[in-house]
């Protein structure tokens, strides 16, 4: 339990903020697979699939939810698994 006024607000916040957070990864994971099964599938929505989950990628890395980095990795991997 906070013993401040101001930890009190900041264990609220951070409740708010860890379950945006999660719907927002989860959002982008299965993004992410349903781009994956439609190129491994070799589905005609496939290049629309991806474009959805990059979009997806790059707006969590504005919100702060994945490193520069990592949406760099997950954008470059599911751009070589379509070109196979």
């Known amino acids: ?8 607000k ?8 860890r379950i945006r957070n999660r719907n927002a990864m989860s959002t982008l994971r299965t993004a992410v697979k349903a781009a994956r099964a439609a190129i491994d599938d070799k589905a005609t929505d496939a290049v629309n699939a ?10 969590a890395v504005t919100k702060g939810l994945l490193k520069r980095n990592t949406a760099s990795r997950y954008v470059s991997r599911l751009s070589v698994r379509g070109r196979e």
Do not use: G, P
Request: proline residues 0%.
């Open 1 to 8: 339990m906070a013993n401040h006024a101001s930890a009190a």
């Open 10 to 17: 900041a264990d609220r916040q951070s409740k708010k903020h």
């Open 50 to 59: 991806t474009k959805a989950a990059i979009a997806i990628i790059d707006k």
